[in-house]
């Protein structure tokens, strides 16, 4: 079965910490995102991955940045967390443009 | 610009009864749509794609439909389990591959 982990389900940081989110599939997939998702904002677009060591911004990138060494992982970076930072960060993958996005739990990330 | 409006925002209905969410879109050059299931705590999955050429697509008691035409797709969900509770997304592809998403509604069954 497809599958796309996340490293943490929950995550409570302290401003100014360095936080790495980890996601990793196992599909062989070529594209892969980072999502945030706010209530009432719906999903937004962090930055995305077409291929390994390519990096595209997405919509709100200010305040993240990516690593993409392997084709099977995608790191989300924040660099010095922010209170408004607190979301819940959701990565995907997929085949190829016009296919299905596979999900993975999410990572419920506080940042005090 | 390209935008995905979903209506209604939160929807509650009881068990064993029918309901339609809707979808508008903005968004051109067209590839597909999709509606995505989100559970609470979960990551949204993917009920049904809708291409420019097809207007009706079931999957169980899910049925979406589109109007290429008017620019608007919807999703009926029939016959509703309290399983059925959770956030519904429609996401529009564009013919370059990049994905616009509504805002989702929040479906609420209760027994």
């Known amino acids: 079965d497809v599958k796309v982990t996340q490293s943490s389900r929950y995550l409570v940081k302290r401003t100014g910490e360095k936080v790495f989110l980890e996601c990793v599939q196992d599909?062989?997939?070529?594209?892969m995102f980072w999502y945030r998702q706010d209530p009432g904002l719906g999903l937004r677009l962090i930055y995305f991955?077409?291929?390994?060591?390519?990096?595209e911004k997405g919509d709100i990138p200010e305040g993240y940045s990516v690593s993409r060494e392997k084709k099977e992982r995608f790191s989300l970076i924040l660099e010095s967390a922010s209170t408004n930072q607190t979301s819940m960060y959701l990565c995907?993958?997929?085949?190829?443009?016009?296919?299905?996005?596979?999900f993975g739990s999410g990572t419920q990330l506080s940042v005090l | 610009k390209n935008q995905v409006e979903q209506s209604p925002q939160s929807l509650i209905i009881l068990e064993g009864k029918n309901c339609t969410l809707q979808?508008?879109?903005?968004?051109?050059?067209?590839?597909?749509l999709r509606w995505y299931k989100q559970d609470t705590g979960r990551g949204p999955v993917s009920l049904t794609i809708?291409?420019?050429?097809?207007n009706t697509k079931s999957n169980g008691r899910y049925t979406a439909t589109l109007d290429a035409d008017t620019k608007q797709s919807s999703l009926h969900i029939t016959a509703s389990q309290l399983s059925d509770s959770a956030s519904y997304i429609c996401?529009?592809?564009?013919?370059?591959?990049?994905?616009?998403f509504g805002q989702g509604t929040e479906l609420s069954v209760k027994p």
């Open positions: 995907a993958s997929r085949t190829g443009r016009y296919e299905k996005l596979f």
């Open positions: 599909m062989d997939h070529e594209n």
């Open positions: 991955s077409y291929d390994v060591k390519m990096k």
């Open positions: 979808c508008n879109y903005t968004v051109s050059p067209f590839s597909n």
């Open positions: 809708m291409t420019f050429s097809e």
């Open positions: 996401v529009v592809t564009t013919q370059g591959g990049k994905l616009i």
